[in-house]
Antibody, heavy 125, light 110 residues
């Protein structure tokens, strides 16, 4: 059974850097075709895809946020970490991590098939 | 990349069928058969309902089906049930090797 859990601060100040950790179980991030994605959702608004890291350490970022995001993995700890710099009140949202299955180079791309429960982050001074 | 375009809301009565559209461009929806659909109930995490345009994950009811024509993908829910009332989001792989979501559609079961 695949499970993911997000953790990190619930409150950050403007201009600070946010660090979120996704701790997962039930799969290995060394398995071909597997990845972990981060998605966020501001209160009452739509989902926004942020970043994805693949089993082979290939990393993809939202073009609009690329300069502020860094995604890394620690396969020994079964964790994926997302950092977002220069936080602003508009970054207030629920942040989700999700198991991603597939890769275009492998001719399949299922998307995010298992999600964590999410963690709420508020940006305020 | 711009968000995919979805209607803000749709509604239907129990037992009826509804269709939610998701319009993109040739750089995302139209260029790849990698469209997914997600269901999100209030306060809950999204759930994958359709992947690769037409495929249902194990455990998802066959009342949910997906299709695509050109730059527009669609999700059809037949035999509407009260529990189908939720927000629905489409997503697509893009030519920049990223993923983009739609703006979401609120489904109301009358």
């Amino acid at each position: 059974q695949i499970t993911l859990k997000e953790s990190g601060p619930t409150l950050v100040k403007p201009t600070q850097t946010l660090t979120l950790t996704c701790t997962f179980s039930g799969f290995s991030l060394t398995t071909r075709g597997v990845g972990v994605a981060w998605i966020r959702q501001p209160p009452g608004k739509a989902l926004e895809w942020l970043a994805l890291i693949y089993w082979d350490d290939d990393k993809r970022y939202s073009p609009s946020l690329k300069s502020r995001l860094t995604i890394t993995k620690d396969t020994s700890k079964n964790q994926v970490v997302l950092t977002m710099t220069n936080m602003d009140p508009v970054d207030t949202a629920t942040y989700y991590c999700a198991h991603h299955r597939g890769n275009v180079d492998l001719d399949y791309f299922y998307g995010m098939d298992v999600w964590g429960l999410g963690t709420t982050v508020t940006v305020s001074s | 990349q711009s968000a995919l375009t979805q209607p803000a809301s749709v509604s239907g009565s129990p037992g009826q069928s509804i269709t939610i559209s998701c319009t993109g461009t040739s750089s995302d929806v139209g260029g790849y058969n990698y469209v997914s659909w997600y269901q999100q109930h209030p306060g809950k995490a999204p759930k994958l309902m359709i992947y690769e345009v037409t495929n249902r994950p194990s455990g998802v009811s066959n009342r949910f089906s997906g299709s695509k024509s050109g730059n527009t993908a669609s999700l059809t829910i037949s035999g509407l049930q009260a529990d189908d009332e939720a927000d629905y989001y489409c997503s697509s792989y893009t030519s920049k090797s990223t993923v983009v979501f739609g703006g979401g559609t609120k489904l109301t079961v009358l």
